[in-house]
């Protein structure tokens, strides 16, 4: 079985802070893992994902993501947050064999001036 | 973006009464999934779909049917909704052990 666990409901933080969000996942298996963000009143949107090869990964905007095979995790971070970074972040696992992706219950980021 | 569309886009329904919503994909994907998101619960898998006629169940699937008769659609059907269905209803689609992508939601309200 597969699961995600994200640490932190919320996250509360000011503009142009360093914000990380946690992600610990659970496979037996070889795992894919993704990092989703959703604004308000729209779909998910594919943030930055790691199948294969270096462990840290990077999104256009700033944000990167360390997969960390030890500590089963893969903690988003970003050295300095935007207003508009605010928004709901999910994190998700799919692993070789499995035809699911199972997500985290996600985690508020709110980025205050 | 890949193409998928979701309708409609808003419903509200009686309790009691049969809910179709629809999922229409452009990407020739192999899988589908319906998820519902409610808050402090995250994205939950009702039903998915490997191919044309091939579903199977997620973690909440009691109440809910899904159909897949071609490659580009997938629709999950609400036998006779009740208020506990009331939620955000998310589709999906992949190919492989990649990632997914979302269609924009529908919001259904079941009164």
């Known amino acids: 079985a597969q699961s995600v666990t994200q640490l932190d409901s919320q996250v509360p933080v000011f503009e142009e802070a360093p914000v990380e969000l946690r992600c610990n996942y659970s496979s037996s298996v070889s795992v894919y893992l993704f990092w989703y963000v959703q604004y308000p009143n729209q779909g998910l949107q594919l943030l930055l994902k790691y199948l294969s090869g270096s462990t840290l990964v990077e999104s256009i905007n700033g944000f990167e993501a360390e997969f960390n095979k030890s500590q089963t995790s893969f903690h988003l971070r970003k050295p300095s947050v935007h207003i508009s970074d605010t928004a709901e972040y999910f994190c998700a696992v799919t692993s070789s064999g499995y035809s699911t992706l199972t997500f985290g219950k996600g985690t508020m980021l709110l980025v205050s001036p | 973006d890949a193409g998928i569309t979701q309708s409609p886009r808003h419903k509200v329904t009686e309790t009691g009464t049969p809910v179709t919503l629809r999922c229409h994909q452009t990407?020739?994907?192999?899988?589908m999934y319906w998820y519902r998101q409610d808050p402090g619960h995250g994205l939950r898998l009702i039903h998915y779909?490997?191919?044309?006629?091939?579903?199977d169940k997620g973690e909440v699937s009691d109440g809910y049917s899904v159909s897949r008769s071609k490659t580009e659609d997938f629709l999950l059907t609400l036998e006779s909704a009740t208020s506990s269905q009331t939620s955000v209803y998310f589709c999906?689609?992949?190919?492989?052990?990649?990632?997914?992508?979302f269609g924009q939601g529908t919001r259904l309200t079941v009164v």
């Open positions: 779909s490997y191919g044309v006629k091939d579903t």
């Open positions: 999906a689609s992949r190919t492989g052990n990649t990632e997914a992508f």
């Open positions: 990407e020739n994907h192999r899988y």
